[in-house]
């Protein structure tokens, strides 16, 4: 096949198509928004909704093999594309992320600690919960969260009500508040032949529920790098995945906790552009394609730095900065909490 279809036309449907032209593969994204930045830079771009099925079906007649960089994609739509096309990462990594409660049973299931948790659909549910697993604790949406939002965190018994109305009548899931030291996430990828390539975990710091910055390498002893790793491939191989998977972790000091896992490219794996010869995009593209993943080794030392809102107001200052590489989404307007771009400011590895 030589068209890869893409889900998602934001910053990391953007890179993909950079990194699948690199590998000599065309790109076509499917996005319901206006001018995304993906369009850019892919050979193709769709502007239709979701619900558009004939919109879909030519676009699955169109490519030869489907993959995302959104998660929340309606599940007819999926039904109808995966009909056409194969999907990859599969439905039910998919499914299983799209979903916090799905996730963690998921995982504890695999053996993996989380935060201890519970649904939470009433108010009844909410006090049972807080009973069992105490404040603090954090309340989540099941479904559709990001960039920390959709969630409240409860301090006592008597803030239950406030935090449930603050769920819209959406499912929920309670969590037990980890008094973490600090987070890391790895970046792994399966290929189609089953094997797992990671990258060195790095270290994150999010501002305001958002990622700021992603630090290689991160504060892990070796049994906890080695942890992390092997755990991500459990996951992978758990799910029969094929591609790139995020996966963010919490680390205590009775180990490792799993907070989420992203079956996708992630915003704290933007520093391999950088730090590898082979990035997670071109990762990504390799294994959806079925050709063999590069290794995840890395060349440097980088801190990656999101670039939110003003933040585009440095962009003069970082392009004088030594061993700093810019990366630009393309987006018109800076908004509050949007991400416009990042660094990668890259040291050598000693
Ligand atoms: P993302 O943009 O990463 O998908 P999200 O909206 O899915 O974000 P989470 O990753 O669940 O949100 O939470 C965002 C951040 O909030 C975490 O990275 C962590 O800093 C903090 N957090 C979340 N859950 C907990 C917890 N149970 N205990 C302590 N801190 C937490
Ligand atoms: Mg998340
Ligand atoms: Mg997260």
Wanted: proline share 5%.
């Amino acid at each position: 096949g030589s068209t890869i279809g893409i889900l998602g036309g934001g910053q990391l449907g953007r890179m993909l198509s950079v990194a699948a032209s690199r590998l000599g593969y065309k790109t076509h994204i499917y996005e319901p928004g206006a001018n995304p930045p993906a369009a850019d830079v892919a050979h193709a771009c769709t502007t239709a909704s979701y619900d558009d099925h004939a919109a879909l079906a030519a676009f699955a007649a169109s490519v030869d093999v489907i993959t995302y960089e959104f998660e929340n994609v309606p599940t007819a739509a999926l039904d109808l594309l995966e009909a056409a096309r194969p999907i990859r990462p599969n439905r039910r990594a998919l499914a299983i992320s799209q979903d916090r409660m799905l996730e963690k049973d998921f995982l504890t299931g695999l053996g993996l600690t989380c935060a201890p948790y519970a649904a939470v659909n009433t108010l009844a549910d909410l006090e049972a919960a807080i009973a069992r697993i105490g404040t603090p604790a954090i309340l989540k949406t099941t479904r559709l969260g990001y960039d920390g939002k959709g969630q409240v965190r409860i301090m006592a018994l008597a803030e239950a009500p406030a935090a449930l109305a603050a769920m819209n009548g959406a499912p929920a899931v309670l969590e037990g508040f980890v008094s973490f030291s600090h987070e890391v996430s790895v970046i792994a990828a399966r290929g189609l032949d089953g094997s797992v390539a990671a990258y060195d975990p790095g270290e994150n710091v999010h501002k305001d529920g958002i990622l700021s910055t992603t630090t290689i390498p991160a504060r892990l002893t070796p049994a906890q790098r080695s942890d992390a790793v092997l755990l991500a491939a459990r996951i992978l191989n758990a799910l029969d995945y094929v591609g790139v998977m995020g996966v963010e972790l919490f680390v205590t000091p009775q180990g490792l906790l799993v907070n989420e896992i992203a079956p996708r490219v992630h915003n704290s794996g933007h520093w391999t552009q950088n730090g590898c010869a082979v990035d997670q995009f071109e990762q990504h593209v390799r294994a959806v394609v079925g050709l063999p993943l590069g290794d995840g080794a890395r060349h440097s030392d980088v801190v990656m730095e999101n670039l939110i809102g003003d933040d585009v107001d440095r962009i003069p200052a970082i392009l004088k900065e030594r061993h700093a590489a810019l990366h630009l989404y393309g987006k018109a307007e800076a908004r509050p909490g949007r991400k416009m771009g990042h660094v990668n400011r890259v040291r050598p590895k000693v």
